[in-house]
């Protein structure tokens, strides 16, 4: 809004959200706000910008449902998600044949979502969703035995640190979407989605194996060499 | 009673020594900068600098800081490497849900208090024992690595 209307961010003011003025719009899932409010917000201040020079000036702005994609929303029936987000993910590997460590010497993703609003927080995204996603390939053991965990400490569940994988490439491809704000799509969930299958299918290429499960830690690399 | 130095001014301790230093500064001192993220001291949430060392708060009984000096991210922010790092880190996008960042400041500033000029690999290892969630560490890293150029001098 602050952006479309050429004001700084702290001239916007907006009330905090509160149940008890907003009527129930389903859940919070897939950026569905991003796309959803964030274009109505957009669209909103596209006519307010019109009447910047008044006193005073309002505007309501309803959701429009774009062409094209049929819904009913009392059989549920027709096309639910309008926009996907794209992603693909390389990473390359380095194995020890004797300890079967792995060492990651390069990760590349590239994500279509549209077009990021603000490329810091999204490259923060990326980065973070991609690490996560690696943790569950190379380390994330979790096991359950009779309903109770048995890696649940810090000590035990291990996840990624700053040494565990080297620095990330990555970049978007410019594909804005038409209905979010400035082109933008969701993609908080997208990002965790391809770095660890690309990690497994490293490794097998590298010993020549094939993987079943994830993760493939290094302790249980040698028994799917067997 | 345990007589120590916090964020440069002398404090005391009145109550049981086994009670955890990230305890005593959040609840008895009120200042809630230092996290907890897991009590173990495995994530370095509660990363906080003892006579100048970085250590985990939440696995350091309180009698052991009598005569030390402690440093908080409240201490460290009003200072000019620490207004350094915090400009640093929010220019570089170092944060994202937040809840690492302070510790990763300590570990920032316990690493440029040994290295001025820290190689990726250096922040790398510097950082290591603090876990980030959300950010996949790299703005991070580069985050202290800008630090460390705009501060210079400073360290």
Known sequence: VASTLEVGMDDVIFDAPNTDMVPDSGPTAASRSTMVVGNLGYRAALQMKEKMGEEHAEVEVQYEHPEGHPWDQSTFKGDAYLGYGWGAACVEVEVDKITNEVTVKGIWTSHDIGRPIDELIVHGQVNGGVMQSLGYAAMEKMENRKGHFRQSSMSDYVIPTSMDFPKQEYFFVDNPYPWGPFGAKGMGELVFNGADAAYVDAVERALGISCHKIPIPVEDIEGLRK | ?155
């Not at chain 2, 907890?36 to 600098?49: D, F, K, R, T």
């Not at chain 2, 006579?51 to 939440?58: A, I, N």
């Not at chain 2, 000029?117 to 510097?126: F, G, N």
């Open chain 2, 1 to 155: 009673m345990i007589e120590f130095r916090l964020n440069g001014k002398p404090v005391a301790f009145d109550g049981n020594p086994l009670k955890r230093l990230l305890d005593v500064l959040r609840d008895d001192f009120g200042i809630t900068g230092t996290k907890e993220g897991c009590g173990e001291g495995e994530c370095g949430a509660c990363s906080v600098l003892k006579d100048g060392k970085l250590v985990t708060s939440c696995i350091i009984p309180v009698g052991a800081v009598g005569g030390c000096d402690i440093v908080t991210i409240e201490g460290l922010r009003d200072t000019e490497q620490g207004k350094c790092l915090v400009e640093s880190f929010a220019e570089g996008g170092a944060v994202q849900c937040g809840f690492c960042i302070p510790g990763m400041v300590m570990a920032a500033q316990a690493l440029l208090l040994k290295n001025p000029h820290p190689t990726e690999a250096d922040v790398r290892l510097a950082i290591s024992g603090n876990i980030c969630r959300c950010t996949g560490y790299d703005l991070i890293v580069e985050s202290i690595l800008l630090a460390s150029r705009k501060g210079e001098g400073l360290w």
